[in-house]
């Protein structure tokens, strides 16, 4: 008897989603959780394992298709042993035991296999999953003796290069894409949106880093970044500024009593924003080694919908970039995002003399239909004072 291969369940809010790959074809053997095909939704990329062994049938759903969830994406049919819709069982003495279930590999490890030409089973991983890097580890060629330098060839005409070619080239939008697209649309008509600004001394705070670094790192074995002194930061502004911790809805506010929040991270696809949740309640070397978590997801296509589902208020940090100064978009429903920038050395006045400090610009953008200028400015204002004196971090948290 067939199995049907159905979309699941893919969390709050995702109710459709797109046949991003097939990695298994019509007639390959698979076992119990076999990945099987790539499901790609508007926050991440899920795998759907088989759920029997057997062989895969008909495929209804070719790579591109829309997909809701339910939908039939295919068959798995018995193979000559009958074993579609078994689970398996261990075998009795004498019979053949199936081959061990290879190690699992995220998509790009997937897709770094087919650009190289190598076979998934011969990478070895310190993981539980195969990666990009795994993968990349095994093409590269080990190390060869030098030998002389050949001959250089003998001088001859070469052809002039044919005229550039005025091509285009038409791509679909992905699904997190299309879906990125249509909600900074609808934040604009919905939110009334306006940006403050201030400017930060990030003097402290690189002293800081550079005394502790070493030590940090061998004790919690992750560096000690920026993003830390941020995110305490904003959760100390946000236990003051509680309408920045909130959302609309309706004709009502609901202020949030718990600070969950979202850090913008760089995807193949565009940035995606996870979320650190109760970072209040995180350390410093907690929050590092969440954010450090969240890179690597972000990079190997593993974030799952648990870590991007919501978040009370984000920070996006365009200098990693080069950014110098930019107003950052709302992540609705939030009411606040806190826009971080390159570090400069500008001329400054300090104690009434002009001196070079590494100075970063900061922006805030707010929902204006329930924070007031006032507040927003504030809050900024009390973000550069315990940015700026770091200490402070520790009597705010």
């Given amino acids: 008897m067939a199995a049907n291969i159905v979309v ?29 095909v790539e499901l790609e939704t508007d926050k991440a990329n899920m795998e759907v394992a088989a759920p029997v062994a057997g062989i895969v049938g008909k495929i209804a759903f070719s790579a591109g ?26 075998g009795s003495a004498g019979e053949a035991q199936p081959a061990p279930t290879p190690i699992p590999a995220t998509p790009s490890a997937r897709q770094a296999a087919r650009d190289n030409k190598v076979d998934l089973t011969s990478v070895s991983t310190s993981g539980d999953r195969i ?26 005409a070469r052809p002039a290069p044919p005229a550039a070619e005025r091509g285009e080239v038409r791509e679909r939008m992905s699904k997190r894409r299309a879906t990125i697209a249509k909600r900074l649309i609808e934040v604009q008509a919905t939110a009334a949106m306006l940006t403050t600004f201030n400017e930060v001394d990030m003097s402290a705070v690189m002293a800081l880093r550079a005394r502790q670094k070493e030590t940090f790192a061998k004790k919690h074995g992750v560096n000690l970044g920026l993003t830390s002194f941020f995110v305490k930061a904003a959760v100390a502004a946000l236990g ?11 004709d009502e506010i609901v202020l949030k009593q718990y600070y969950d929040i979202g850090v913008a991270v760089s995807a193949a696809e565009g940035l995606v924003v996870p979320v650190i949740r109760d970072a209040d309640r995180r350390s ?8 450090r978590t969240f890179v690597d997801k ?19 940090n365009g200098g990693v970039f080069g950014s110098l100064l930019s107003t950052p978009i709302l992540n ?22 002009i ?43």
């Fill in 8 to 36: 699941p369940e893919m969390g709050e809010s995702i109710i459709d989603a797109r046949v991003a790959k097939w990695l298994k074809k019509e007639g390959d053997a698979v076992a119990v959780g076999d990945p099987l």
């Fill in 65 to 90: 298709a829309d997909v809701k969830i339910g939908d039939v994406l295919g068959t798995i049919e018995a193979d000559s042993a009958g074993n579609a819709g078994k689970t398996g069982s261990a």
């Fill in 332 to 353: 609705p429903p939030q009411v606040g995002i806190l826009g971080l920038h390159a570090i400069k050395a500008r001329p400054v006045g300090v104690n009434g003399e």
């Fill in 131 to 156: 990666t990009k890097d795994d993968v990349l580890r095994a093409v590269r060629p080990a190390p060869s003796a030098p030998s002389a330098p050949a001959a250089p060839p003998a001088p001859s």
């Fill in 298 to 316: 972000a990079r190997d296509s593993t974030l799952s919908l648990g870590d991007l589902r919501g978040g009370t208020f984000t920070i996006t």
């Fill in 355 to 397: 001196v070079l400090r590494p100075m970063m610009y900061t922006a805030l953008t707010y929902d204006h239909r329930i924070v007031d200028g006032s507040e927003a400015v504030r809050f900024l204002v009390k973000i550069t004072e315990l940015i700026e004196d770091p200490g402070m971090l520790l009597i705010e948290g």
């Fill in 240 to 250: 003051e500024f509680p309408r920045l911790n909130a959302e609309v809805q309706g």
């Fill in 284 to 291: 410093f070397a907690e929050i590092e080694l969440a954010v």
